[in-house]
């Protein structure tokens, strides 16, 4: 499997995750995970995720496993509160070929909150993905982009930062 054959996954179905997956699948074929069967149902049913559309390209899926086994890029976008959790979940079948760009705002605060607050309590979702698994390619999707101006097409700005 090449990288140019090979679908991409979105971790997470939320209203951020759909509009990803729905941008990427203008030129890729998308796996959109969400971890409970019947939202998995409700989107193959409704062919809507979150109150958005959901594009052709995009199948969605329940299994973690058979998700990130088919695609080489892998986007994680779940709430902070959330992404370390998820992360772990996703570790058992992350490779060092993937590339994980986590599209995730916020950060990982340690519960072990001192006063004043230092940096070793602070992670950003890179680091928790550095931290959480054996990801080698790692990066970020950012900028001022909001998922329901996203899915109604409106013009908008945004970086993918990675070392590689």
């Known amino acids: 499997m090449t990288l140019q ?15 990803v997956a729905n941008l990427l699948a203008e030129n ?24 958005y559309a959901v594009h052709p390209h995009v199948r969605a ?15 994680p976008i779940v709430a902070s509160s959330g992404f370390r959790e998820t992360m772990r979940s996703l570790s058992p079948y992350l490779r060092p070929y993937h590339i994980v760009i986590h599209g995730t705002k916020g950060l990982d605060v340690s519960e072990k909150v001192a006063n004043p607050l230092t940096r070793e309590q602070v992670k950003t979702m890179s680091e928790v993905i550095r931290e959480e698994t054996i990801a080698v390619r790692v990066g970020c999707l950012a900028g001022p982009n909001l998922a329901h101006e996203l899915g109604e097409g409106q013009p908008a700005a945004t970086v993918v930062a990675c070392r590689f």
Do not use: H, M, W
Request: with cysteine; aromatic share 6%; glycine share 8%.
């Open 61 to 75: 899926t329940n299994d973690l496993a058979a998700t990130v086994a088919q695609c080489q890029v892998v986007f």
């Open 5 to 19: 054959n090979s679908p991409v996954a979105v971790i997470g179905a939320g209203s951020f995750g759909t509009v």
């Open 28 to 51: 890729s074929d998308v796996l959109l995970y969400a971890r409970r069967p019947e939202v998995v149902e409700q989107i193959i049913r409704e062919q809507r995720s979150a109150g």
